[in-house]
């Protein structure tokens, strides 16, 4: 089922530079599904980018590009401002909780990441503590810009060059089974804790709700709220990366409202556009941003692209708004999430299988080793269901617009993947 590219000038920088030739080619997407160039259709088990989140082609989406093209492009952002991105920074001021009111457009998550740093970075400046030690997950992932990048201890994103400040990394202590216990949660925090107590004090503590890229490891319950605490204790700020769990995925508009609680700086991307134009934001809070007013930093962050908070891009993220609220797709990643987790955890019982995760509309199979991800993996897209796999772990995030019977076909190909695998392996 693939189609190979012979001859190609598109470097993909993510993909091993001698694993380019004969990659898919998808030529097409409507609703939940898309199409390669050998006229094979797929159940989108990935959302694109984990950022379909209103699924493909969506009409109202394209309607209110289509609009806003025909009225305004875009405009530079450093002199005037635009009713799009007006009016999507107050409609995040609504959603967020607290005094979460100030947003910076940007066009990636990793610009988001580099966004929130600077400015957390910047705060301490501000009032006078030079705080730069920043806490993180190993196992975290915040995007590719030199700073984010920096944060990650993740194989795939090791670089050659030095952190400009200093970053402690937490490792997690278990497995991600073990660690959705108690006893998981109480190791996680004593960790951060020694992290946060080991040197000076610390500018920022930077997570994930659920850590995305690093496996699908769902935290266990009660972290994230006792991580707010230790922050409080420590006076450190609390930045949550939204930009996988944010808009639904996990079943709530925001990861962080499973804990009840308030960052002070949150990152978003994906799902904010539903990957219909590149758009990412973060928001910080409005005591933050008013530390922004003394010189040299009053002239500005001094931080920003052209395509910052795009006008196109923004009407998009509104319309994703009403269409998310309209179709109740929070709601849905919530039920067909559980029914998912529910049928897909039957899969325990296969030999290849060690443990089966999610939250929302976020599952992750964890296989015996990476070889067995592989073959579940391929077996799963040959039976036309794209999903992905990486270091052992199967990961499934289909658009928040999933029908019943489309989760019940997704289960069905997944489980039968599974048997096709384990017999081979038999
Ligand atoms: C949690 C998280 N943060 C940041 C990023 C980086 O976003 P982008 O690829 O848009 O730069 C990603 C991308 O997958 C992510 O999952």
Not at 126 to 139: K, L, P
Request: charged share 20%.
């Amino acid at each position: 089922m693939t189609s190979s590219t012979s001859t190609s000038s598109l470097w993909r920088a993510w993909t091993p530079i001698t694993q380019q030739a004969g990659s898919l080619r998808i030529v097409e997407a409507r609703g939940n599904r898309v199409r390669d160039a050998e006229d094979n259709w797929y159940l989108d088990g990935v959302s694109g980018v984990l950022n379909a989140s209103c699924g493909h082609g969506h009409p109202r989406l394209i309607e209110a590009a289509n609009q806003q093209l025909q009225k305004l492009v875009h405009y530079d952002p450093m002199v005037s401002s635009h009713d799009p991105a007006e009016t999507l920074a107050s409609r995040l001021a609504a959603i967020l909780p607290g005094e979460l009111n100030e947003t910076c457009l940007v066009n990636s998550g990793s610009e988001a990441t580099e966004a929130a740093l600077r400015i957390a970075l910047q705060y301490w400046h501000n009032i006078g503590e030079g705080r730069n030690r920043v806490i993180t997950f190993e196992a975290g992932y915040h995007g590719t810009t030199h700073l984010a990048q920096q944060l990650s201890g993740l194989p795939f994103t090791v670089s050659e060059w030095s952190a400009p400040f200093p970053i402690d990394r937490v490792a997690l202590p278990a497995s991600p089974r073990a660690l959705r216990t108690e006893e998981g949660a109480d190791t996680l925090i004593a960790l951060f804790a020694q992290a946060i107590e080991a040197g000076p004090p610390a500018a920022a503590v930077m997570v994930e709700p659920l850590l995305g890229l690093g496996g699908c490891v769902v935290l266990p319950n009660g972290f994230l709220a006792r991580l707010r605490q230790l922050c409080d204790q420590h006076g450190t700020l609390l930045i949550l990366d939204e930009v996988f769990c944010g808009f639904g995925r996990t079943g709530r508009m925001f990861g962080f409202e499973h804990e009840g609680i308030t960052p002070d700086i949150v990152t978003m991307s994906k799902g904010i556009s539903g990957g219909y134009l590149p758009l990412a934001a973060v928001t910080v809070t409005s005591p933050i941003k008013a530390t922004f007013t003394r010189e040299p930093i009053a002239r500005g962050l001094r931080y920003g692209h052209t395509t910052g908070g795009h006008a196109v891009a923004s009407a998009v993220g509104n319309a994703v708004l009403d269409v998310m609220a309209d179709e109740k797709l929070v709601e849905n990643s919530a039920t067909q999430g559980a029914l998912l987790l529910d049928e897909l955890r039957k899969l325990e019982s296969s030999p290849l299988v060690t443990d089966v995760r999610g939250l929302g509309l976020v599952i992750a199979i964890e296989a015996d080793s990476p070889e067995s991800a592989a073959a579940i993996g391929n077996a799963a897209v040959r039976s036309g269901v794209m999903v992905r796999h990486e270091r052992g772990v199967i990961r499934i995030a289909p658009p928040l617009t999933i029908t019943a019977d489309e989760t019940t076909e997704m289960i069905q190909k997944i489980s039968d993947a599974v048997d096709v695998a384990a017999t081979a392996h038999a």
